[in-house]
T-cell receptor
Framework: QQQVKQSPQSLIVQKGGISIINCAYENTAFDYFPWYQQFPGKGPALLIAIRPDVSEKKEGRFTISFNKSAKQFSLHIMDSQPGDSATYFC?????????????FGQGTTLQVKP | EAQVTQNPRYLITVTGKKLTVTCSQN?????MSWYRQDPGLGLRQIYYSMNVEVTDKGDVPEGYKVSRKEKRNFPLILESPSPNQTSLYFCASRSQGAYSPLHFGNGTRLTVT
């Protein structure tokens, strides 16, 4: 019940295309869903996050879509650029709890071809 | 510059030889945590600390120890490393609120032969 399942494991997209990464969770108590971006040799960094009171959040070319009934959320990268090539992790937590432990997905390696 | 600093970046050791990976943050964060990253498994939490002298197990604590004697430091100790602890390790910190972003260090790649 604590798992977050992420797909696909890897993704190749042409420059200018749309990259879509999907995540599914089981624990209905989760109320915070961030996405982290990791470049080679670096630690993950927060990219964008959503809470379940909204179905979509957009920041520049990055959009999170959230489907509470299906217990799924996804990251859409519009007009993908070679600089977006990185590993992306979705995560979920019960932010209202004392520890707010983040459960991470398995990661998706994105390659954007010029 | 606000940052989480881990040392060393790379470490090769042999089975059974005790080692410590240091982690320090300069953001006055209460919460600190250690993760390991393995292909296909994502990031899994090893230990976390809510504040000084308060630590607790994460999802994969076996074979690891931590301590939190000062707010800024959170070392990870492997008293008797084994090959299955070969991995990429990350230290992270955040402020008290659970909706606050985690700030990660740049990782320590450990190889145990």
């Amino acid at each position: 019940q604590q798992q977050v399942k992420q797909s696909p494991q890897s993704l190749i997209v042409q420059k200018g295309g749309i990259s879509i990464i999907n995540c599914a969770y089981e624990n209905t108590a989760f109320d915070y869903f961030p996405w982290y971006q990791q470049f080679p040799g670096k630690g993950p960094a927060l990219l964008i996050a959503i809470r379940p009171d909204v179905s979509e959040k957009k920041e520049g070319r990055f959009t999170i879509s959230f489907n509470k009934s299906a217990k799924q959320f996804s990251l859409h990268i519009m007009d993908s650029q070679p600089g977006d090539s990185a590993t992306y992790f979705c995560a979920a937590s019960k932010g209202s709890s004392n520890t707010g432990k983040l459960i991470f997905g398995q990661g998706t390696t994105l390659q954007v071809k010029p | 510059e606000a940052q989480v600093t881990q040392n060393p970046r790379y470490l090769i050791t042999v089975t059974g030889k005790k080692l410590t990976v240091t982690c320090s943050q300069n953001m006055n964060h209460e919460y600190m945590s250690w993760y390991r990253q393995d292909p296909g498994l994502g990031l899994r939490q090893i230990y976390y600390s809510m504040n000084v002298e308060v630590t607790d197990k994460g999802d994969v604590p076996e074979g690891y120890k931590v301590s939190r004697k000062e707010k800024r430091n959170f070392p990870l100790i492997l008293e008797s490393p084994s090959p299955n602890q070969t991995s990429l390790y990350f230290c992270a910190s955040r402020s008290q609120g659970a909706y606050s972003p985690l700030h990660f260090g740049n990782g320590t790649r450990l190889t145990v032969t």
